[in-house]
């Protein structure tokens, strides 16, 4: 075991333990901020990657932005509506029947991951991907892009539609 | 990457680029309409109800069609994106549908009913049918998604939009969570193939999948996964079960606007990804070769389960029905199973037959929840029970719907009849008896619950003919231009046989 | 003008009627009156067209032609016969099913014929229906009847032509229910229309035993395909009966025996339409129908045809002797009239049938319509005097209308001159024709009883005709009803008068005593049968189609000659190679084994050798036998390729030979029947002339002058009297045989049901009861326990199914994971 795995275990067991405090946690302030340890581990693993550009947007976006946004959302809520905000809690019919085909499911899904031969890219060196992310991007991947902005145009629209009072 | 190769790139890309704008004018103008359409809704702001925006949006979507008339075929930005005579086909429904969805809410109490800002509405109903017109052309998994979301987002908001009433937002929410969970699947699926093969373009994964050796089991569950996000879109069993909670609770237009438009761009992108993807394709291919699926993944038996799981629990489930938009709900998934035997034969005929289909039922699916819609607005009621005696109170709604039903049962001289045969041959063709025997059980089954309807609104309630409703001169012109191509298309199909048999087939590089 | 301008108009014209019927049904509330004044100036623009094609179909020479558009799913074919377009509906597998319309001769005519008797009902109407609470619904109805005519004389295919006919069924039903709060009319209009489907049931079999063997609906095709050989099931009297069963449409709609009943009672219609529907076109659309499929009927089904004919037209005629009716009267003289016709089409004489419907059309729209303008003077006339209970209709309530309706009475007196057959009309020249027709084929069949019935049928026409003229128009008014009567407004006899003038001779022919020497007969000959020759009438069929027929057989059977002659040879070469191979071979095998083995095996593999020869020469034999076998089938089937091409191209000229042939008296016949035809033209004109003087001369005896007293013959002739009067009872038979063993059926059903049924449920009753004792233990014990399992299980699915549909989404959502892994596992 050399270090890139012990650092990939780390962030790892960070990831899992943190979401599973956000799926089973009552409070809903604990998962939200549960959260914001998962998303720091995924940003640790993009970096072990080598996706630099990722891991950046992973932290800026994700945590310094979306998971903000939440935990704003979630106090101003509880202040202004006095509601506490918990979640009901699940019968144990409902925890098996999770807890069950999540392990089928995983179970599989590591099996496939272990006896599946992946495509190999040939190996690429080691520089920032941010330039090669702003040519693809202009350049192949030029109408997912454009597409990507409509998208974001729509939702932002519907967000404000939804907000607003009448 | 180095100037120099960056300079290469772009040089090479600037050819595909001027190339591609010209085969994305129908595209263009549909961005350009969402756009004024916005514009438009700021100008108007003061004055709720007004349609100014609907009307600038009908007119982009005629654009639009005077571009798609005129559209040049080819691959264009970098392999992405396929304008090709089976994308084409499906964009006219998506384009048809949009512009009569349109021409609906005009007339939809529902909406126009409250002081309401509309323009939104249509603003988002473009945005939409632009994210289904990306769909039945695209060639590239991120593009796939990317549309797909499109889609999507516009419809949770669509769904929403009359949200003061409890019944629509809850099937906003829903339909969010749903969907949110469908697209994850899906991207998962997407991961899955693209680990797999090292592409996102379906031709590069198809050669890929040729060329080398890839481990079966993975390649299943990660297409089955893509199936499970394009599934909850056709919303076929048992990726379906938002459907009957969000078409009861989403406005009329856009439950039928949902149950049509979505279907057809999601069979579009089904097809599309099974053939370009998974089978192969050899110089000498007919209209009548059947594909050859590659790494022995039995996908003609997962779409025929898919299928008859659709048929079955739609038409069964929907004999309870007793609110018509939730009976058409299920009767939609029923369609989606007949459609899917379609799929399931896995060759050109098969899928001539699909657009023949979807065609048709567009016609009548529309007819249908029109009438809905215009009951509602009389009586406020979507009960089957408030349905009887509307056959006295309004000969033309009541004969207008029979006509849809009976098209939508498929029994001649209607056109439902016509894509019913041509499905049913195209199955029996491949040899799969015992689907198309499960497909005419269930048609005879789906005749109980459409008689239902037509029942209610004949053969009960005549102590209320003395209650008349009256329709404007306008709704009677709509229910006409609606059950003409219902029964024409029943008698003059050679027309739309020859189109859909020229545009089954597709570009694959 | 070309074949495209002439299908378009053709088109036109019969859209035009539907236009008229959309208007009227959508707008008929806001237009009032003013829709009659939209009908008929539709119907007056339809007529012109009309005229049009008429004029440059019949009077212009149509030469070869044919275009197709660049997809091939539309063709115009032009010849002299037919000018047709057809249109690739649609394809499904190999079948390429068309349709499309066509304009021959026949149908240049009937349109004229449509049109104008359409227009003049509509232009009647304006008048006769006016004030009637529902009058623009009458005139949609009558433009929805118009167009399903119009319909059904311009196909060229069965389907289209089955389609109009049903349409036509259908709108007949709702005008001869017009008035459906009478009992009557509602139960006329069911009557007529349930027999007609009866009729239908047989047209529709027939199509599809045509259809089956031909893969197709068109009627060129299917006749060219026919007069290469080809017939259904290789049987002629599949044949036979494919022509008997699209006969049955036509017995049906033309009323003919045995399905005749339904048109009397359809008089319950306004009058007007009993004018259009049972004078000129739905009734004369069976006639039509023989007309256009003659080319496929056999001699044997155009026996049935013309005893079918003569039995109806003699039947019809004895019963409007007796009838006092003014309407019923006119119903049955028009059965019998369609007698004559589907009569005349039958014995071959296919011209003079279809001249007689074109005449019929006129004079019994005029005697109709006459009939209506009477009829409408007494319902006024009897208002006036508030007097409900006179009937209006019953001629004996008549009388003396001559002094007070002039004009009715003089066309009402041509007409009836016409259909009796008088000199200078055209009745009396289509009539003579189908006489000399009927004598023609009872000197060469035989058959000797349809000319008698067609005369003594022309006898009686023109006694109760005369009859029914002289008891309404002539004497003293009988009622004060008929006495207050007053000539109508000039809408009414402008049609009366219109009609009775197209009743002249010269319309059709300058000679008032020959047919032949006019137009109709050059441009009206038969067409060609297509039947096998060993089917057909020899009579019927033209010298180059026996010539044909008899190089076909000469063939055939040098065919069957070479084969013969080819078996000897065969067997020969056979024995030579048994002979050969088996005991030598053996011997060689033997004496190999036994000792010296190469000389003797070279001996055994010569002879060997030389057997295989003989038996290669053996076959070679048998290959030039099957050659000439192949050429000779080959030769037949280019003959009958000529034959069909023959068949459309050279109707013209076949035409122009027979009116040459009739003409000039003498030299080249087209066949045997159109010489006999010839001969008989003389003696049966004489002979009609006699006869039907004397009809008319007894009639004024009997009426006019009083010589006879009616009642007093009736009485001497009591059970013919009742038989003619009843009807001959055919309603009663019916009643008592078809209804009662169908509701009798019913009965008995329900007996068994009652008795058998029930019988054999007690008896299981009974036996589960026992059963049940037996088994009571194991019964409590196992059985209760599996219910209750079962009872659970589906408890349990059913709320599993209402549980999927939970309205929460988190179950959905794992549902939807559930779901997929099962996919995965269940396909792997």
């Keep these: ?166 | 990457m180095n100037p120099e190769q960056l300079k290469i790139l772009g040089s090479s890309f600037l050819g595909d680029l001027l190339k591609s704008v010209n085969l994305f004018y129908p595209e263009t103008a549909l961005v350009v309409t969402f756009l004024l359409a916005i514009l438009v809704d700021l100008f108007t702001r003061n004055r709720p109800s007004c349609k100014m925006s609907g009307y600038v949006s009908l007119i982009g979507f005629f654009v639009t069609a005077i571009f798609l008339c005129n559209s040049p075929q080819g691959m264009s930005f970098a392999g992405t994106y396929a304008v090709d005579a089976f994308s084409i086909f499906f964009k006219w429904i998506v384009l048809i549908t949009s512009f009569v969805i349109i021409v609906f809410s005009f007339f939809s109490k529902e909406l126009f009913g409250e002081e309401r800002q509309m323009g939104e509405y249509y603003t988002l109903i473009v945005g939409m049918t632009f994210g289904m017109f990306l769909l039945s052309g695209a060639t590239n998994l991120i593009l796939i998604y990317l549309a797909i979301e499109t889609m999507s987002m516009s419809s949770y908001i669509l769904a929403g939009y009359t949200k003061e009433i409890k019944r629509a937002s809850e099937a906003s929410l829903k339909y969010v969570i749903y969907g949110a969970t469908s697209s994850g699947i899906m991207i998962y699926g997407i991961s899955l193939l693209f680990g797999l093969t090292g592409s996102l373009n379906l031709s590069g994964i198809n050669a890929y999948l040729a060329g080398n050796n890839v481990n079966h089991i993975t390649l299943l569950i990660s297409g089955i996964m893509i199936i499970a996000g394009i599934g909850y879109k056709i919303s076929a069993v048992p990726f379906h079960f938002w459907t009957p909670d969000v078409y009861e609770g989403a406005p009329v237009t856009i439950t039928a606007y949902l149950s049509v438009a979505s279907k057809a761009a999601g069979f579009a992108i089904l097809i599309r990804l099974l053939n370009s993807a998974f089978t192969i394709h050899a110089a000498g291919d007919t209209i009548n070769t059947a594909w050859s699926v590659m790494k022995n993944v039995d996908w003609t038996m997962i779409i025929a389960v898919l299928s008859v799981l659709s048929m079955t629990l739609g038409n069964f489930v929907a004999v309870w029905q007793t609110n018509v938009k939730r009976l058409l709900a299920y009767s939609s998934i029923a369609h989606a199973g007949y459609i899917l035997m379609g799929v399931a034969v896995m060759n050109y005929t098969g899928v001539s037959a699909i657009m023949i289909y979807l065609a048709i039922y567009m016609f009548m699916n529309l007819g249908a929840f029109f009438v809905v819609m215009i009951i509602a607005n009389h009586i406020d009621s979507e009960d089957l029970e408030d349905y009887q005696g509307i056959g006295y109170r309004s000969p033309w709604l009541g004969v207008a719907m029979t006509i849809f039903m009976v098209s939508l049962t498929g029994l001649p001289p209607t056109a439902g009849f016509i894509g019913k045969l041509y499905v049913f041959t195209a199955v029996l063709n491949s040899g799969m008896y015992w689907l198309a025997v499960i497909g005419v059980l269930n048609s005879v089954v789906s005749l109980y619950y459409y008689v239902k309807v037509f029942r209610n609104m004949f053969l009960r309630g005549a102590e209320k003919a003395n209650q008349p409703i009256e329709l404007s001169l306008t709704v009677k012109v709509i229910l006409i231009a609606l059950i003409i191509p219902n029964i024409a298309l029943g008698i003059w199909f050679g027309g739309l046989v020859n189109w859909a048999n020229a545009s089954a087939a597709m570009i694959l590089k | 003008m070309t074949p495209e301008n002439l299908l378009n108009i053709a088109i036109l014209i019969t859209l035009l009627p539907l236009l008229s019927f959309l208007i009227n049904i959508f707008f008929g509330k806001k237009l009032g009156k003013v829709s009659s004044y939209i009908g008929t100036t539709i119907m007056g623009i339809d007529l012109i067209l009309a005229v049009t094609v008429f004029v440059s179909k019949v009077f212009n020479t149509w030469s070869e032609y044919l275009v197709q558009n660049a997809d091939k799913s539309l063709t115009y074919l032009a010849s002299d016969a037919m000018v047709q377009l057809k249109y690739n509906w649609f394809s499904f597998g190999r079948l390429n099913v068309q349709v499309g319309i066509g304009i021959d001769n026949l149908a240049a005519i009937m349109l004229v014929v449509v049109t104008l008797i359409s227009f003049l009902v509509h232009l009647f109407s304006t008048e006769y229906m006016a004030g009637d609470k529902r009058f623009p619904r009458f005139y949609a109805y009558l433009g929805i009847f118009t167009f399903s005519m119009l319909g059904i004389v311009i196909a060229n295919n069965f389907l289209f032509m089955y389609s109009f006919w049903e349409l036509v069924g259908l709108s007949s039903y709702l005008l001869i229910g017009f008035w459906y709060e009478k009992d009557s009319a509602s139960n006329a209009a069911k009557k007529a229309f349930l027999t007609n489907r009866i009729g239908d049931l047989g047209f529709f079999s027939g199509i599809m035993i045509l259809f089956f063997t031909y893969g197709t609906f068109m009627y060129d095709e299917i006749f060219g395909k026919m007069a290469t050989g080809l017939i259904p099931f290789d049987s002629g009297t599949m044949l036979t009966v494919a022509g008997i069963l699209v006969f049955m449409g036509a017995v049906g709609k033309s009323a003919q025996f045995p399905l005749h009943v339904w048109l009397p009672d359809a008089m319950e219609g306004p009058t007007p339409v009993s004018a259009l529907i049972h004078a000129a076109t739905m009734v004369a659309a069976g006639v039509y129908l023989v007309a256009k499929v003659f080319p496929m009927l056999t001699a044997d089904a155009l026996l049935v045809v013309a005893y079918t004919g003569a039995i109806t037209a003699f039947i019809a005629a004895t019963i409007a002797l007796t009838q006092n009716d003014f309407k019923k009267v006119l119903a049955y003289s028009t059965v019998s009239q369609l007698g004559y016709m589907i009569m005349s089409i039958g014995v071959g004489s296919y011209m003079t049938g279809f001249f007689h419907l074109l005449t019929h059309a006129w004079f019994k729209a005029a005697l109709f319509l006459g009939s209506g303008s009477v009829i409408h003077q007494m319902h006024h006339s009897a208002h006036h005097f508030h007097d409900h209970h006179t009937d209006p209709q019953d001629i004996r309530n008549m009388g003396g209308l001559r002094k007070t309706m002039p004009w009715t009475y003089a066309t009402f007196l041509f007409a009836t001159m016409a259909i009796s057959g008088v000199p200078l009309t055209s009745g009396f020249l289509s009539k003579d024709g189908i006489l000399a027709g009927t004598m023609a084929f009872g000197n060469l069949t035989g058959h000797w009883l349809i000319p008698i019935i067609g005369f003594s049928a022309a006898a009686m026409t023109a006694f109760y005709m005369f009859r029914l003229t002289i008891v309404s128009f002539h004497g003293d008014f009988k009622t004060k009803i008929a006495e207050h009567t007053s000539e109508n407004k000039f809408v009414i006899v402008f049609p009366l008068v219109l009609l009775v003038v197209l009743s002249l001779w010269f319309w059709y022919s300058p000679n008032p005593f020959d047919a032949n020497a006019g137009w109709f007969a050059h441009k009206l000959a038969a067409p060609k049968t297509a039947v096998p020759a060993n089917l057909q009438w020899d009579f019927l069929l033209t010298e180059e189609q026996k010539t044909a027929y008899a190089e076909k057989t000469s063939k055939a059977a040098e065919a069957k000659a070479n084969i013969k002659e080819a078996l000897p040879a065969t067997a020969e070469g056979t024995e030579l190679h048994k002979e050969a191979v088996a005991p030598e071979a053996n011997q060689g095998a033997k004496e190999a084994a036994a000792t010296e083995s190469k000389a003797v095996g070279e001996l055994g593999h010569q002879e060997n050798d030389l057997a295989k020869a003989s038996e290669h020469k053996a076959e070679e034999v048998k290959t030039e036998a099957h050659t000439t076998e192949t050429a000779a089938v080959k030769e037949e089937h280019k003959t009958g390729e000529a034959a069909v091409a023959a068949h459309g191209a050279t109707t013209h000229e076949a035409g122009n030979a027979h009116a040459e042939a009739g003409t000039h008296g003498g030299g080249h016949y087209v066949n045997k029947f159109a010489e006999e035809m010839h001969h008989f033209h003389v003696p049966a004109m004489i002979l009609s002339l006699i006869i039907a003087g004397c009809g008319i001369g007894f009639s004024f005896l009997m009426y006019q002058f009083k010589l006879f007293n009616p009642d007093a013959l009736a009485n001497s002739l009591r059970p013919l009297y009742n038989l003619s009067y009843n009807k001959w009872y055919f309603d009663e038979i019916y009643q008592a045989t078809i209804i009662a063993f169908t509701v009798g059926f019913g009965k008995v059903l329900a007996i068994f049901d009652n008795k058998v049924i029930d019988g054999i449920v007690n008896l299981t009753g009974w036996f589960t009861k026992l059963v049940g004792h037996i088994t009571a233990i194991f019964d409590n014990v196992v059985i209760d326990g599996l219910v209750n399992l079962l009872a659970k299980v589906t408890s349990l699915f059913g709320a599993m199914i209402r549980k999927v549909q939970t309205g929460r989404v988190q179950s959905y959502v794992a549902f939807v994971i559930i779901a997929i892994i099962m996919l995965v596992y269940f396909l792997k």
């Design chain 1, 1 to 166: 075991m050399n270090l890139v795995d012990i650092v990939f275990y780390f962030f790892a067991v960070i990831i899992v333990a943190s979401a599973a405090v956000v799926v089973l946690s009552k409070n809903i302030m604990y998962s939200a901020f549960s959260l914001l340890f998962t998303f720091f581990g995924v940003a640790g693993i993009y970096v072990l990657l080598n996706a630099d550009f990722i891991a950046v947007t992973q932290l800026m976006i994700y945590i310094g932005g979306i998971l903000v946004l939440i935990i704003f959302g979630v106090m101003l809520t509880t202040k202004i509506t006095g509601l506490e905000m918990k979640t009901g809690i699940t019968g144990k019919a409902q925890y098996a029947i999770g807890g069950l085909s999540t392990l089928v499911l995983g179970g599989t899904l590591i099996y496939v991951f272990n006896s599946t031969s992946w495509f190999k890219s040939p190996s690429v060196p080691t520089t920032s991907t941010v330039e090669a992310i702003g040519a693809s991007l202009l350049t192949n991947y030029l109408l997912p892009f454009e597409a990507a902005s409509v998208l974001l145009l729509l939702a932002m629209i519907g967000a404000a539609l939804i907000a607003r009072r009448k």
